[in-house]
């Protein structure tokens, strides 16, 4: 299979040029096959968020290369990142981030909206995606009304809204009960299999990890070890 990710050699440096310079990721180089589900995992402080924000294109590395679905992300300019980003990578994170006064299937939508979507067919397929996450009978109800797993099944609705390639999930169940929890990861899994999504589990979480294909390491800003998951 193809690499649907590769990063080559990838450093991120803040504050460049000032007293305070700091690098987080040390040459980072890494590949992710079409279809994989993966998990990068290292303690607070590790880098694992800067990584995610590189692979998610929310922000640029420093140097090294970057290849996404066959893009150079190092040539593209902002609005072509932007685009990228939207079509080709779906988001969950820990905190929902769902827009509070907007129901469910309205939260759904968004990202058909804003790739231009006509409003009947955004609103088909958010009701057909809350279908798929045993959402459908919430559709009009507001995040404040859903328990915590709910928000998390409509935000993993809502990162499947422009049929994306690729799922980046930041500590998806680190808010939830352990119940909860495994419903989402379920979840992820039948996205795996049945959608044949690449997905990208960003967590702390060893006994996650241990689900996912392949299990990455990472410890102040290098990978120290790769090896085989148990993916069910």
């Known amino acids: 299979m193809d690499s649907i990710i590769k990063l080559s050699n990838i450093v991120k440096k803040f504050y460049i040029g000032e007293p305070n310079e700091l690098e987080i990721l040390h040459g980072i180089s890494l590949e992710v096959k079409e279809g994989e589900f993966v998990s990068i995992v290292g303690p607070s402080g590790s880098g694992k968020s800067t990584l995610m924000n590189t692979i998610g294109i ?8 970057y290849i996404l679905d066959g893009i150079n992300v190092g040539e593209a300019d902002d609005s072509e990142l932007s685009e990228i980003r939207n079509q080709k990578i779906g988001f969950v994170f820990q905190t929902y981030n769902l827009i509070s006064k907007t129901s469910a299937l309205k939260n759904v939508e968004l990202p058909m909206l804003y790739a231009g979507m006509r409003r009947n067919e955004r609103i088909k397929r958010a009701k057909e995606l809350l279908e798929l996450v045993e959402m459908g009978d919430r559709s009009k109800h507001l995040p404040e009304e859903l328990s915590g797993g709910q928000k998390q099944r409509v935000a993993i609705a809502r990162a499947m809204a422009n049929d994306p390639a690729i799922i ?9 009960d352990s119940k909860t929890g495994r419903l989402v990861m379920d979840l992820f899994h039948k996205l795996n299999k049945e959608k044949h999504k690449t997905i990208i589990l960003i967590t702390h979480s060893n006994e996650l990890a241990s689900e996912t294909d392949r299990i990455i ?16």
């Not at 929310?58 to 290369?65: A, F, V």
């Not at 980046?168 to 939830?176: K, S, V």
């Open 58 to 65: 929310l922000d640029r590395p420093t140097s090294g290369d």
């Open 168 to 176: 980046l999930a930041d500590e998806p169940t680190g808010a939830l």
């Open 217 to 232: 390491s990472i410890k102040d800003g290098n990978i120290i070890n790769e090896e085989k998951g148990g993916n069910k």
